[in-house]
Every structure is written in C-alpha cells, then in structure tokens.
C-alpha cells in the first residue's frame, strides 16, 4: 500500500485556479493508475481524473477543459491543476492508488 499525502487547497474565487498535490511515499513510475475523487458537502465521493501509466488521461465531464492531470516520476508526485473554477468544484479532493490507497484530502473551497 502506498502513502499519499495531499497539498495545494484553499479559498479561492469563482474563475481562479489551483494547484493540488498528490506526493506518494514510494516511487510512482511503476503504479499503472491514479485517480482524483472529491467529495462535496454531504454528497458521496466522486471520481474527477485519472493518469495511467502510459501519461494517457481521462475526465468527469464537468471540468473536461479545465483541468489538468499529470505526474512527475522524478518528484513521486501526481498534481490536478484546476482552472476556471466553479463554486460547484468545492469539496475535499483526495488523491486514489487502486485498490485501497486513499489520501488523506485537501479541501478547496471556491467562493467569493
């Protein structure tokens, strides 16, 4: 089981951006799949973007355009780049390694 531990949240206005960062105790080339979910006030977690192995990406509908998954091998280190934001993004933003490694969040709030 990997160790993730996520970074980069925080209040920001309708339109803005973020960074967030997904950093793994152990060396990320070799995982195959790592996901972001979010989960907003009292709904379930959902699934936002994905990167496999080979640096294919795929996206939720709703921020299709907007934001951006990628990982850097050297730093372990998996970030979501979110642009355009909507108070509809609000919600704690956890980074995934199937089957059962989940962050511990980081919670983006978008509001003016």
């Known amino acids: 089981q990997v160790q993730l531990v996520e970074s980069g949240g925080g209040l920001v206005q309708p339109g803005g951006s973020l960074r967030l960062s997904c950093s793994a105790s152990?060396?990320?080339?070799?995982?195959?799949?790592i996901r972001w979910y979010r989960q907003a006030p009292g709904k379930q977690r959902v699934w936002v973007a994905r990167?496999?192995?080979?640096?294919?990406?795929s996206y939720q509908d709703s921020v299709k355009g907007r934001f951006t998954i990628s990982r850097d091998n050297a730093k372990n280190t998996v970030y979501l780049q979110m642009t355009s934001l909507k108070p509809e993004d609000t919600g704690i933003y956890y980074c995934?390694?199937?089957?059962?490694?989940w962050g511990q969040g980081t919670q983006v709030t978008v509001s003016s």
């Open positions: 152990g060396t990320i080339a070799s995982i195959p799949d």
């Open positions: 995934y390694v199937p089957p059962n490694s």
């Open positions: 990167i496999i192995r080979s640096g294919s990406t």
